[in-house]
């Protein structure tokens, strides 16, 4: 069964801390994705990955960072916790950069952070 | 700017009858579009696509409809199962600011009722 793991699935951390999310895909996928999901907005794109070492912004990166060393492992890094970052942060990955057709994307189960 | 939305933020439907998700969107450069299916606790999984070129698509108990003059796609379940109540989101992608991506709406909670 293909998986996409997120390290923590609950997580809370003090306003000012850097904070690392990892996630790491077991299907050999060139493409990876962070979201995040809040009440009313959806889910909003943060960073994402086409390829090792490589790395997009989405539509809201403003506060954050990412690192993909390896294939399989795409990071997400809140380089100063702030309060408004409280949130479900979701990582994907997809062999096409659409996602489209019957594979779609596959997420991780999520992380639930809070800032504190 | 939303460019994905789906205007009812929930939906109650009784077991055994259709459920009908909506949603809406402004780019006309959208190639294909997808339906997630996101349960507490859980990512979101993906359901059923739909490419701009096409109309319908079936699958099982889920249909996707798309209605490019009104920039409108709809997901309709029948029959609708308890197991159905979870949180669906739509997608739409395109390459936009020179990077193939996807865009979701905010979602729908759809609830069925025994």
């Known amino acids: 069964d293909v998986k996409v793991t997120q390290s923590s699935r609950y997580l809370v951390k003090r306003t000012g801390e850097k904070v690392f999310l990892e996630c790491v895909q077991d299907?050999?996928?060139?493409?990876m994705f962070w979201y995040r999901q809040d009440p009313g907005l959806g889910l909003r794109l943060i960073y994402f990955?086409?390829?090792?070492?490589?790395?997009e912004k989405g539509d809201i990166p403003e506060g954050y960072s990412v690192s993909r060393e390896k294939k399989e492992r795409f990071s997400l890094i809140l380089e100063s916790a702030s309060t408004n970052q409280t949130s479900m942060y979701l990582c994907?990955?997809?062999?096409?950069?659409?996602?489209?057709?019957?594979?779609?994307?596959?997420f991780g189960s999520g992380t639930r952070l809070t800032v504190v | 700017d939303q460019q994905v939305k789906q205007n009812s933020p929930s939906l109650s439907v009784q077991e055994g009858r259709i459920s009908i998700l909506n949603c809406d969107y402004t780019?006309?450069?959208?190639?294909?579009f997808l339906w997630y299916k996101k349960y507490p606790a859980e990512g979101p999984t993906f359901l059923i696509s739909?490419?701009?070129?096409?109309d319908k698509n079936e699958d099982g108990r889920f249909t996707v409809f798309l209605n490019k003059s009104a920039k409108h796609l709809s997901l309709h379940i029948v029959p609708s199962q308890p197991g159905d109540s979870a949180v669906y989101f739509c997608?739409?992608?395109?390459?936009?600011?020179?990077?193939?991506?996807?865009?979701f709406g905010q979602g729908t909670r759809l609830t069925i009722n025994p």
């Open positions: 994907a990955s997809s062999s096409k950069p659409t996602g489209t057709g019957r594979d779609g994307y596959t």
């Open positions: 299907m050999d996928h060139e493409n």
């Open positions: 990955s086409y390829d090792v070492k490589m790395k």
């Open positions: 780019n006309s450069m959208f190639d294909y």
């Open positions: 739909i490419s701009s070129i096409k």
């Open positions: 997608a739409a992608s395109a390459r936009i600011q020179g990077a193939q991506k996807l865009v």
